[in-house]
């Protein structure tokens, strides 16, 4: 076979060039140091798989010249210099390196940690800088016995809760979307009341960035927290709402906090860094020697395997080019993914099985629908953690079970797709089809019938069905200063309904406590589509 050739783009550890150089089926150009208009027409046109970092945009002018290319290796986590959409569409394989630097984000947590109830960088520097030599200004405290909480027990969260055990801390564990063994076989106490994390003493975040996770940590949390907390983010930036953090650790509601993410980036003007009770570093939760090291022999290794095709270990898309896909399936492999978050976002739970079930001649394609439902459904709460490729791996490493099942079509439609999801809250089942080309509508929703688009900003209100809870729905949204821009509603045979209303603005935590508060609610939440 002719030799696969990899351009690496931007400069990575020289462990990852040699295992790329010692594979004789591997022609490896290494193109980091030249001028970036020479890599993208000159060079980009040879590769079949290009290994990038952040410094080379893979956008319309670098997909322009990628004829021959078949895979994108991303060496780091974030992909946001990538069209990942284009690349999709140009059937390339984009792939990143998201576990390389897992260990070097925890160790830099627990050095923030640390910091923070020892205030060592402000004695250090009253020392070094200053020259002064006052040892009676500087008592901290000890993370012995000090109650941790932990919000996202993921790859990273789950490892500084190990290592804060060996600290001798007292571990608490919040997220909705795991196995509480995973933390109970710890011997960490796991908890689904988020307000037993606002009671630590010390609270660090380790979950991906989105609609949910945005501003978890605002003023009305930090209000219920212990005077004095500790807070700890080396996730992402705006997981805590900053102009809160900057309000507690203003006024001493919050003692200390250790900062590695900021919202905006770089920040160096940022108000938090005028504060003298904030430990701060530049993003460095991959910077490591070891980390760097990991993560340019991952990329390498994924490099090679893609270009023999052999497997796309993380890939962030469909490995197949658009073209492929039957005209007819498009909308209902966007729809049924579309019905997979909503499914996960309405339930918030840990998640056992998923059932796909299938009525018409999409029947024939109920793997790919089956795909497509399980990454809506798990990208909730694992990001881009989870793929096409690998989304029915990752299920099964969390002991979720897949089932499909083809029906005769007695619908009266074309055809139909259904989800049905156990969780650890009870069942959610979600029905839809595609009425024409191209106008996907969901249609049941837990036995309740609609219309409703799948996308926008939904409020998910259930109810007894009697006089004036449609009037005492809309008082409360417009009182929260939203506008309504539909409203669909379903009922069933026992007196109860489903109000699917959709705003324009977001849903507050106060919006859907005043609805929660109605007489007549059964449960309310709310999604983003």
């Not at 439902?373 to 953690?385: K, N, P, Q, R, Y």
């Not at 004036?468 to 069933?492: E, M, T, Y």
């Amino acid at each position: 076979m002719s030799k696969i050739t990899v351009v690496v783009c931007d400069h990575i550890h020289q462990k990852g060039l040699d295992i790329l150089a010692n594979d004789a089926d591997i022609n490896l150009i290494n193109a980091a140091d030249e001028p970036k208009d020479k890599l993208i027409c000159e060079i980009i046109p040879l590769a079949n798989v290009a290994i990038t970092r952040s410094s080379t945009d893979v956008d319309q002018k670098f997909l322009d010249n990628a004829n021959k290319m078949t895979s994108i290796v991303r060496a780091g986590v974030g992909v946001d210099n990538v069209d990942i959409d284009g690349c999709s569409k140009k059937g390339i394989v984009v792939m990143n390196v998201p576990t390389a630097n897992t260990i070097a984000a925890v160790e830099l947590t627990m050095a923030h940690m640390l910091s923070c109830v020892r205030q060592f960088p402000y004695a250090h520097n009253n020392l070094k800088l200053d020259r002064v030599w006052r040892r009676q200004d500087w008592y901290g405290t000890e993370l012995k016995d000090k109650k941790l909480g932990i919000i996202g027990f993921g790859n990273i969260g789950s490892r500084v809760g190990k290592r804060a055990k060996a600290f001798e801390m007292d571990v608490v564990a919040y997220d909705p979307y795991i196995d509480p063994r995973k933390a109970t076989d710890l011997d960490i106490a796991y908890t689904t009341n988020f307000d037993d994390i606002l009671a630590c003493d010390i609270i660090t975040i380790h979950t991906p960035k989105n609609k949910e996770t945005l501003g978890m940590i605002d003023t009305q949390e930090i209000a219920k927290m212990k005077d004095g907390v500790v807070l700890i983010n080396c996730a992402r930036g705006g997981l805590y709402n900053e102009d809160a953090l900057l309000e507690g650790l203003t006024n001493g509601k919050i003692h200390m906090a250790g900062i590695d993410v900021f919202n905006k980036e770089p920040a160096t003007s940022h108000p938090l860094l005028d504060l003298n009770n904030v430990t701060v570093t530049p993003h460095l939760g991959a910077n490591t020697k070891e980390s760097q090291q990991n993560i340019a022999i991952q990329a390498a290794q994924n490099a090679i395997d893609a270009g023999k095709n052999i497997a796309y270990p993380n890939a962030l898309n469909l490995p197949i080019k658009e073209s492929e896909l039957p005209n007819f399936l498009r909308p209902y492999l966007e729809l049924i993914q579309r019905m997979g978050n909503l499914s996960a976002q309405a339930t918030r739970s840990k998640i056992k099985s998923i059932k796909i079930s299938t009525q018409g001649s999409v029947s024939d394609y109920i793997d790919s629908l089956a795909t497509f439902a399980t990454v809506g459904i798990l990208s909730e709460s694992l990001e881009d953690s989870v793929n096409y490729v690998n989304a029915e791996f990752v299920a099964k490493e969390r002991n979720i079970s897949i089932s499909k099942e083809t029906k005769i079509n007695h619908s009266g439609l074309r055809n139909k797709v259904c989800i049905k999801l156990v969780t650890n809250s009870g069942i959610f089942s979600i029905s839809g089809t595609v009425f024409g080309e191209d106008a996907p509508r969901i249609i049941d929703i837990d036995g309740y019938q609609l219309d409703l688009e799948p996308k926008g900003i939904m409020i998910l209100f259930r109810n007894t069905d009697v006089p004036g809870v449609i009037g005492d729905v809309g008082a409360i949204i417009a009182s929260n200063n939203l506008n309504i821009s539909d409203f669909r509603l379903g009922r069933d045979k026992n007196s109860h309904a489903l109000a699917v209303v959709k705003v324009d603005g977001t849903v507050t935590k106060k919006l859907l406590s005043e609805l929660s508060s109605l007489d007549t609610c059964l449960n309310v939440t709310y999604v983003t589509l």
